[in-house]
């Protein structure tokens, strides 16, 4: 069975529809058919998605250790993806609550994403989203300075600027006119088409 994202989706989707009474024998299926895929021949970004997708639908089910363990374990498999890191980030800091664990998780996702030259924002901004919930404001204006720095990258999906991060702060958190630095490159990103 070749590797199909949207037949993962569907399967998923069909499953949860069929088992929403009893989400642990909907859990169950589910599972077994993730290690079905994952036995499959699937290039590493195939797989690493997969992963993800198994531990997102871990978190979804409550199963918030399995999920950890199956970060844990793509982190592991693939250290190199900067992916890998800003979703490990991304589950500590909404999923888990754990600001810190998630700024060392977005940390790893800079050192890979500049490795590899992808996903570089997104890493930065990964960062930005920690500092910001650990409310150091100093890392944050820091990090948004580095995002600005950064030499100018031809729209693509890689360069997502954002600026979430900064809004209704409290006063004086940061400097006004960084902050407007920053939404003024996210607006020039809007206007531009994305290239893919």
């Not at 290690?35 to 531990?55: A, I, P, R």
Request: aromatic share 10%.
């Amino acid at each position: 069975m070749p590797f199909d994202i949207k037949e993962i989706w569907l399967h998923l989707r069909t499953v949860r529809n069929e088992f929403k009474d009893n989400h642990i024998e909907g859990y169950v299926k589910i599972m077994a058919y993730f290690m079905k895929v994952l036995s499959q021949s699937l290039s590493d970004d195939d797989e690493e998605f997969v992963y993800q997708m198994l531990s997102d639908t871990q978190a979804d089910y409550g199963y918030l250790n399995a999920a950890e363990k199956t970060i844990t374990e793509t982190t592991i498999r693939f250290p190199n993806s900067p992916l890998t890191w800003i979703r490990a980030s991304g589950f500590y800091l909404t999923t888990i609550n754990d600001s810190e664990k998630a700024l060392l998780m977005a940390n790893r996702a800079i050192e890979a994403a500049q490795k590899s030259g992808k996903f570089i924002v997104h890493a930065y901004n990964t960062k930005c989203r920690a500092a910001r919930a650990n409310k150091n404001y100093k890392l944050l204006s820091n990090t948004i300075e580095k995002i600005l720095d950064l030499p100018s990258i031809n729209i693509s999906i890689d360069s997502a600027y954002e600026h979430d991060f900064i809004e209704n702060l409290p006063c004086g958190s940061i400097d006004n006119e960084l902050a407007d630095r920053l939404r003024d490159r996210c607006e020039k990103q809007r206007q531009r088409k994305i290239k893919y």
